[in-house]
């Protein structure tokens, strides 16, 4: 085999495949399509198990002094891999230099996401942010500049709603990190249905994101087609803020220009979690459901960043984020503090 570091996902309790070697991403290939002597592949199957069993590095020679291999974990927590980094050559090769490569999960029945260490420095955030920034929303993700360019989100929109299990997803996104610097990342993931603390079944979207080098210097994904161009440069009004929503959850996907000052939707430690105010869940569940039927609106109350409820006026249409996916694409503004009763909900 190529001595060139590669990246394996093992998201569920079945065998890894490889989604790249070196800088090159692969459609999720069983190792021994890459790896095709006998020996070597049992010593990398053997290196990857103890890895799994540890989760420390693994830096082995084989019994016969032919081989050298080394496996790097990539946990998401101290009870799960997602995924590992493998080398095999001869003892006497340098170790040659490895990409970043970092877990993650978006937890969709909450509508969270949760980051790992790998992943943050991938990022360019420092150690001591960690923990201020490892968990929150879903919606977050997609908000400008950790992902400028809009390549293909309405297809990893889509199948964030459609949520079915088992379905993978492969993309290549620019992340610009905080020091500006742009890189192609390309990302894994799986969807998976699994039990969560309270024995209910949570949907899941387990994944890797991998550096595969300066976004100038690689093909990134096209520019978006059925997520519009005409929705995603258009201007609103003073005072007016669009998001995506999920019409299933009526949780945020992701904004389209700037967000709404004052409002809880980050989920970032310190912060309120995004909600709707329970007695107004069912004003929102009607604007949902008369989405099918054409424009609806109506006043909601969302949890504000100081953990008050602030009042909002929201029109809300349907729109394609793939050929078979809706979701809502929703204009808000503050409502006005006349002490008027709400606008009649309308579908």
């Known amino acids: 085999m190529a001595t060139k570091w ?31 002597h006998r020996l070597t592949l049992s010593e ?40 590992v980094m493998l080398w095999s050559g001869p003892p006497s090769d340098a170790l040659p230099p490895r990409d970043r490569a970092g877990a993650w999960y978006f937890n969709i029945t909450t509508g969270t996401s949760t980051r790992s260490d790998d992943l943050l420095d991938l ?12 968990e929150h929303s879903i919606a977050a993700v997609f908000a400008d500049p950790l992902t400028p360019n809009y390549s293909e989100q309405g297809t990893a929109l889509a199948r964030i709603v459609r949520a079915e299990q088992g379905q993978e997803t492969q993309q290549v996104w620019t992340i610009r990190r905080p020091d500006g610097e742009l890189r192609a990342a390309h990302f894994s993931c799986r969807m998976v249905h699994e039990p969560g603390p309270d024995g ?25 087609t059925i997520l519009e161009h005409r929705v995603l440069e258009a201007s609103a009004d003073d005072g007016e803020y669009r998001v995506i929503m999920n019409t299933r959850t009526l ?20 912060e309120p979690s995004p909600a709707i105010h329970p007695d107004d869940i069912a004003v929102a569940r009607v604007m949902s459901d008369g989405l099918r039927e054409g424009r609806t609106a109506g006043r909601v109350r969302v949890r504000a960043l100081d953990g008050s409820w602030t009042a909002l006026d929201t029109k809300a249409v349907l729109m394609l984020l793939d ?13 006005e503090p006349n002490g008027s009763d709400a606008p009649e909900t309308y579908f």
Do not use: C
């Open 6 to 36: 590669l990246l394996l996902e093992m998201f569920e309790g079945r065998r890894p495949t490889v989604i790249a070697v070196g800088r090159s991403p692969k459609k999720f290939l069983p190792l021994d399509r890459i790896i095709n």
């Open 44 to 83: 990398a199957k053997a290196a990857i198990a103890e890895a799994a069993a540890s989760y420390r590095q693994v830096d082995r020679i084989s019994s016969d002094g032919s081989r050298r291999t080394v496996v790097v974990p990539l946990p998401i927590s101290r009870q799960r891999l997602h995924g």
């Open 123 to 134: 990022m360019g955030f420092s150690p001591e942010e960690y923990d201020a920034v490892r």
């Open 200 to 224: 209910d079944i949570q949907r899941l979207l387990r994944g890797i994101t991998h550096d595969i080098g300066p976004a100038t210097e690689t093909p990134v994904a096209p520019p978006p």
């Open 251 to 270: 949780q945020m996907l992701r904004w389209i220009g700037p967000p709404m000052p004052g409002i809880a939707w980050e989920a970032l430690e310190g």
């Open 323 to 335: 050929q078979s996916t809706t979701a809502a694409l929703v204009t808000i503004r503050l409502a």
